[in-house]
C-alpha cells in the first residue's frame, strides 16, 4: 500500500497495528447490542402497546436516524468540502 506521507511507515503495517483494537471494539459493540436488544425485544414482544414498547421503539428510532446523522456528516465534509 506504500509509505505515510505522515509517519514515514509502511501504511499496511499501520492498519495492522490498529486492528486488534478496532477488532475488541466491534466485538464488544456488538456484544452489547445483543446483550441488551435481546431481552428488551422479547419484553417488547410479550408487551406489545405498552409504554415499555412504546419508550423502546422511540429510543429505537432516536438511534436509528442518529446513526446516520453522526455517519453522514463527517463523510460529507470530508468528501465534498
Not at 410479550?46 to 429505537?60: E, G, H, K, L, V
Given at each position: 500500500?506504500?509509505?505515510?506521507?505522515?509517519?514515514?511507515?509502511?501504511?499496511?503495517?499501520?492498519?495492522?497495528?490498529?486492528?486488534?483494537?478496532?477488532?475488541?471494539?466491534?466485538?464488544?459493540?456488538?456484544?452489547?447490542?445483543?446483550?441488551?436488544?435481546v431481552p428488551?425485544?422479547?419484553?417488547?414482544?410479550?408487551?406489545?402497546?405498552?409504554?415499555?414498547?412504546?419508550?423502546?421503539?422511540?429510543?429505537?428510532?432516536?438511534?436509528?436516524?442518529?446513526?446516520?446523522?453522526?455517519?453522514?456528516?463527517?463523510?460529507?465534509?470530508?468528501?465534498?468540502?
Open positions: 500500500m506504500g509509505n505515510s506521507y505522515i509517519t514515514k511507515s509502511s501504511v499496511t503495517r499501520e492498519i495492522l497495528s490498529r486492528a486488534g483494537a478496532t477488532v475488541r471494539l466491534a466485538f464488544t459493540a456488538i456484544l452489547f447490542a445483543v446483550l441488551l436488544g428488551i425485544g422479547i419484553i417488547c414482544a410479550r408487551r406489545q402497546y405498552s409504554i415499555f414498547d412504546n419508550i423502546a421503539m422511540i429510543f429505537a428510532l432516536i438511534g436509528y436516524i442518529n446513526a446516520g446523522i453522526l455517519a453522514g456528516t463527517p463523510a460529507y465534509y470530508a468528501f465534498l468540502c
